[in-house]
């Protein structure tokens, strides 16, 4: 993966830690995944930049910048937690109305665009805002966010959405269970037409039925089960796909 140097600009950014708080998983898996799938040319190579941790560490975390960067931080949010994609929409939304607020109405947001620096300080300004309004509107109901809650899954019916879908589909469900094709793919090795058959033992010593996905070239393909992936070969759907979630 080529790490690209982060240019500065007027754009609002997602960083690899929000999206990380977004979907309640760990930075370190969030840039793992992010990196797994701009190896496989499902996203583009996001800026790396340099922050402190809470210890006063450095630490590094990936930008998401412009349209390129939403679209893929939905194929990373996919991937990561597909639940959690309309939550992601709407975070860029409220994200791209904070910038254009406090850019023009305000003299702050007019200084830091001059000096180059207002695509990340611009962000964290209307993030605070976003989080505040967010806890005023808590306040006053409860049940405010549990309507909200409803309405950030409706929208995971929308277009953006079944895009990435589709790449979680072309892999075969990812880490708990996968298809033959995905992780011939994924690991760049054939398995023969007889590769099914060590998956196949190990699913009916268990009395398990491995499903059925359906492949837009070959049809209906089994998905076979992490733990047979694990003992027929060694392979880990986890480490491969870049997915956190327990083994089936």
Known sequence: MTIAKFQGGDAVTMSSREIAELVESRH???KRTIERLAERKAIGSPPMVEYLDGLGRPATEYLFSGEKGKRDSLVVVAQLSPEFTGALVDRWQKLEEQ???VSLDTDEGKLLVIQGLATKQLALIAENKLVTQQRDRAIET???IGSRREATAMATASAAVRQVQKLKDDLGLG??????????????RKFGVSGYVPLR???KARG???PKVFHPTFGFVRCWPAGAWMDAY???LADLF???GEQA
């Open 234 to 236: 060694q392979i880990d």
């Open 208 to 210: 398990l039925t491995a």
């Open 28 to 30: 370190d898996s969030v």
């Open 242 to 244: 870049g997915a956190d």
């Open 201 to 203: 033992r190990w699913c």
């Open 99 to 101: 910038l254009a607020d």
């Open 175 to 188: 880490s708990r269970q996968a298809a033959v094709l995905a992780v011939e793919k994924a690991v760049g």
């Open 142 to 144: 409860k049940a405010e």
